[in-house]
């Protein structure tokens, strides 16, 4: 048994003749909490969809629990215990917050095991407690940043793949939003986490991955990325020279 | 503890039972009383309106719950109709030699004969939607759309079903004119209750998922492809009872019947009513009929009027009539703020 949750080699996905990601190989391990960090288009998220199966990747390994994720179907994906919380919050908005929820248990229907995550949600966001019977598209970009999260949560996942959980959101609640990631991750749940907002991710992480136009740029243990001064320069906005 | 669950579970089936009793007893009463009443022409559009009812109920399914457009629900309806049609035709003499001639060996053919349309329609959206489905995005529409004609020409060909002329059975005198208020609205509920049923499902919650949002939908787990090739044979089955009806309730069908504007009254119906709202369906259904028959003795500046009116309820309601609510969610609304007022 492996002790990585994730294990990435020579990624690369393609849509149509453009190649997005060009040989990507990174590792999560269990319990991990890794960053992937990087410009618009550097791969990021497509990186995220090849995990799941939503694009399918045009060589290269992916290896869940070393499971080889080949040909695997996304709903298996997602069933074998990892949940994707896609980029731009996606919550069902002409649902309720509940409804949204119990569709993230959409595997896992036995009552007592969904009312149990269902409670487990609330008391890690206790907003969305107060709005359970509230249509979804009337919550503020926070709080359905936050249903997203916790609809991924309702299936009990054991890798959590969060793609830009801080766009558009105020930084009030971004700082709520990654307090609560890291009470995710203490809870024993890995995280992949995708970022631009780089100084955030790299104080959030373990390690993290730098990503230039579809290719590993830099990795590393996230407080050695903060220092460094490639790193400072073009993502945290520092001059060099200082 | 086991019995008295069981005793309360027999209670409620005898309840349902009752209410069933009750309801089919009623059909049949408002049947018996529309036939003493009203003169041929208004039993007629009454006729047209419950068949309306059903198929746009059967459309809204896909298009308005599960968001993805088909626009050749004609093309459905058609393969309901002749299969209906052709099959009820061929059982009939055979169920006489079974059950001696008369109304049950009629009822039973006639209903028989639906289920087949039903079959047939459910097996043509099934091989349409399977490699449709497949893709995310708009694929449906134009499939839907060359398969509504194809249907159309195919039949229009289909020398053993009359080609052009169209299918009136081996009887001389034509189809048997089995449709009528009973049959039609019994069905209609069966349809409006069981298509509820499963929009108020789990199933049905995961079809609106995909509408909202197909790749959330998908990190759910939920099975897109599947579900969505499930919607649509159900939608294509129901417009096949909706076929079966129709052809019923005249001497022969023919190609021309179900031409492109059939497709796209169906559509009218459930944009008028409101996408997603069964409650909108049903209204949509019946105010399509009404209004066509209505605006008939304006010939051929119809459907000048009947696009006018469209876009007027563009322009002033574009969720159409009940957004994507529902008949006791509506009432719920409009109730509402009279309490706060007086309070």
Not at chain 1, 178 to 201: C, D, P
Not at chain 1, 221 to 229: F, H, K
Not at chain 2, 131 to 148: H, I, S
């Amino acid at each position: 048994m492996s002790d990585l949750a994730l294990e990435i080699r020579d990624l690369r996905v393609a849509y149509g003749g453009i190649v997005a990601v060009k040989g990507i190989s990174l590792d999560v391990g269990r319990g991990e909490i890794v960053t992937l960090i990087g410009a618009n288009g550097a791969g990021k998220t497509s990186t995220l969809k090849s995990i799941v199966g939503l694009v399918p990747p045009i060589s290269g390994t992916i290896r869940l629990f070393g499971r080889d994720l080949r040909g695997v179907p996304t709903h298996r994906i997602v069933a074998d215990g990892v949940a994707l919380v896609p980029e731009g919050r996606a919550v069902f908005s002409s649902m309720s917050v509940r409804e949204n929820l119990e569709l993230g248990s959409f595997l896992k229907r036995e009552k007592a095991g969904r009312e149990a995550r269902l409670e487990r949600c609330v008391r890690l966001f206790p907003r969305l407690g107060e709005r359970l019977a509230q249509e979804a598209g009337t919550l503020s970009g926070g709080e359905q940043q936050m249903l997203a999260i916790a609809r991924a949560l309702m299936g009990d996942p054991k890798l959590i793949l969060l793609d830009e959980p801080s766009l558009g959101l105020a930084p009030k609640l971004v700082a709520q939003i990654f307090e609560s990631i890291l009470e995710i991750a203490k809870s024993g749940i890995t995280i992949l986490l995708v970022e631009q907002n780089t100084r955030l991710a790299l104080e959030t992480a373990e390690r993290a991955y730098v990503l230039v136009t579809g290719e590993v740029a830099l990795q590393g243990s996230a407080a050695e990325l903060r220092e460094d001064p490639r790193i400072r320069a073009a993502y945290l906005g520092e001059d060099p020279a200082a | 503890m086991s019995s008295a669950s069981a005793q309360v579970s027999t209670v409620r089936w005898l309840k349902r039972a009752a209410f069933a009793v009750l309801v089919v007893a009623v059909i049949y009463g408002l049947g018996a009383l529309l036939e003493s009443t009203a003169i041929e022409y208004v039993q007629r559009i009454v006729l047209l309106a419950g068949i309306n009812v059903i198929l746009a109920v059967g459309l809204n399914l896909i298009n308005g719950t599960t968001g993805q457009f088909s626009i050749g629900h004609a093309g459905f309806m058609a393969v309901g109709a002749y299969a209906a049609a052709f099959f009820g035709t061929k059982l009939h003499p055979w169920l006489i030699g079974l059950l001696g001639a008369g109304a049950c060996a009629d009822a039973l053919t006639f209903n028989l004969a639906l289920c087949i349309g039903a079959l047939f329609a459910g097996a043509a959206g099934l091989v349409v939607g399977i490699p449709t489905l497949r893709l995310r995005g708009d694929y449906l529409a134009v499939v839907t759309l060359g398969f509504g004609e194809i249907i159309r020409i195919v039949f229009n060909n289909a020398r053993a079903l009359g080609a052009a002329t169209g299918y009136s059975g081996d009887d001389p005198a034509g189809l048997p004119a089995y449709t009528n208020f009973f049959w039609v609205y019994l069905w209609a509920t069966l349809l409006v209750t069981g298509l509820a049923h499963l929009t108020f499902s789990q199933t049905g919650r995961s079809l609106t998922a995909i509408r909202e949002d197909e790749i959330a939908a998908e990190a759910m787990a939920i099975p897109t492809t599947r579900l969505k090739v499930l919607a649509f044979t159900v939608s294509a089955a129901t417009a096949g009872v909706a076929g079966g009806l129709f052809a019923h309730m005249q001497s022969g069908i023919r190609p021309e019947d179900f031409k492109f504007e059939k497709s796209i009254d169906m559509v009218v119906m459930i944009i008028v009513g409101g996408l997603g709202s069964i409650s909108g369906a049903v209204v949509g259904g019946i105010f399509v009929a009404v209004t066509l028959e209505v605006m008939r003795d304006l010939s051929q500046y119809r459907l000048v009027l009947y696009a006018l009116l469209l876009i007027i309820i563009m322009l002033v309601r574009p969720q159409g009539l009940f957004g994507a609510r529902e008949l006791p969610s509506v009432l719920r609304r409009l109730r509402g703020p009279r309490t706060k007022e007086s309070s």
